[in-house]
């Protein structure tokens, strides 16, 4: 990586976390997404979710249709449910174009109805994962409403993960978008076979940012922000240089009235300015330096695959983020709405 204070070249990154939706909103996601990124792994939580080989790849086909920039390129994803069978995992595998599968606790995020009620109901698929290297995505937070929301990630690891990673120790796990110290503490001290997604989002802030002077819905995703201590951790640890972890934006648009509303719903809005959003952050913690590994190296490398062989250039030029951006015929509030960002992207 050369770098100056104005300019830094960086081997193209790659998102290994992100939400294109479907239908009319897939030319404006795709857009965003693929305007300098070089792989995206694909969530799966649609309505109806994408359970089965065939639904990923058609899923594929209409991420495609969209037209992405060339360097893009969909990496897709199972949704895992109850029922969900070995076959069905050693089918997606053999398409070479599903490269994991995702764990949701049935109730846990958006779309997730459909997804796993007990994770010992997977263990035959994991089996099969572990054998044919498929590796496992894990939304980590329990769904018991007993629980309180702010420890659901913490709970979710001390009763359900470590199990998981002990039972399969062959199998690769991602721990994705953490976000708490607790979080980055399991995973640092984990085997070599699990990481973590960060997002620029839980970098950027803390649960001050979204509840302190008024209540900020566009703010509002799961696993929720947390108190600045874990914020602290998850800037430490994606500065840090270890490779366990990585770039996961979980950018996840909602129509601006779903998030502005009574019970709005969960997801932030960052693929307009994914890479930006972590410079941004990483600039901040004066680790510009370890952006390069985190966002273009350290995801190809656990998934097993090459490094983009191509660059991208980041320049220090401030630039004003719209107030919104167009989604299907409405608009999604993006992240940093009306604010200055510090760097952008030129390819
Ligand atoms: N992160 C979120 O708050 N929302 C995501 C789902 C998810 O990644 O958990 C979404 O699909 O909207
Ligand atoms: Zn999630
Ligand atoms: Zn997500």
């Known amino acids: 990586m050369t770098s100056t204070p104005q300019r830094i070249t960086l081997t193209r990154p790659d998102d290994w976390h992100i939400h294109l939706r479907d239908g009319e909103q897939l030319k404006d996601t795709v857009r965003d997404a693929s305007r300098y990124i070089g792989r995206a792994i694909i969530m799966p939580n649609l309505v109806p979710p994408a359970t089965c080989t065939e639904t990923a790849l058609a899923y594929r086909e209409r991420i495609m249709a969209a037209g992405p ?15 969900t069978t070995p076959e069905e995992i050693r089918k997606a595998k053999a398409s070479g174009k599903i490269v994991a599968a995702k764990l949701y606790p049935a ?14 109901n997977i263990y035959p698929v994991l089996e099969a994962m572990q054998e044919v290297g498929m590796l496992l995505l894990v939304h980590g937070e329990v769904t018991d409403s007993s629980i309180d929301i702010f420890d659901r990630e913490k709970v979710f690891i001390e009763t359900k993960l470590k199990k ?19 979080a980055v503490e399991f995973v640092r001290s984990a085997s070599t076979n699990v990481a973590a997604t960060i997002t620029a989002h839980h970098l950027l802030y803390n649960r001050n940012h979204m509840l302190a002077g008024g209540i900020r819905p566009h703010y509002y995703c799961l696993p929720i922000l947390k108190r600045n201590t874990h914020q602290q951790a998850l800037i430490e640890a994606a500065t840090s240089g270890s490779a366990k972890f990585f770039m996961g934006t979980d950018s996840a648009p909602h129509l601006k009235d779903k ?20 410079a941004e952050a990483f600039e901040q913690a004066d680790a510009m330096d370890k952006l390069e590994g985190f966002a273009s190296h350290f995801g190809p490398d656990f998934y097993g695959l090459e490094r983009n062989s191509d660059t991208i250039t980041l320049v220090r030029e401030p630039w004003q983020v719209p107030e919104s951006y167009p989604l299907a015929d409405d608009k999604v509030i993006p992240i940093c709405a009306g604010e200055t960002l510090n760097w952008q992207v030129k390819d």
Request: with cysteine.
């Open 69 to 83: 920039s060339a360097q893009f390129e969909p990496l897709m994803v199972l949704y895992l449910t109850d029922n």
């Open 164 to 182: 998981v990673v002990s039972d399969f120790p062959e199998l690769k796990v991602v721990l994705e978008h953490i976000t708490t110290r607790d």
């Open 107 to 120: 109730g846990a995020t958006t779309n997730s109805a459909s997804g796993v009620t007990d994770v010992e």
């Open 259 to 278: 998030k502005e509303a009574s019970c709005g719903c969960a997801g932030a809005y960052t693929a307009h300015a994914s890479l930006e959003l972590y």
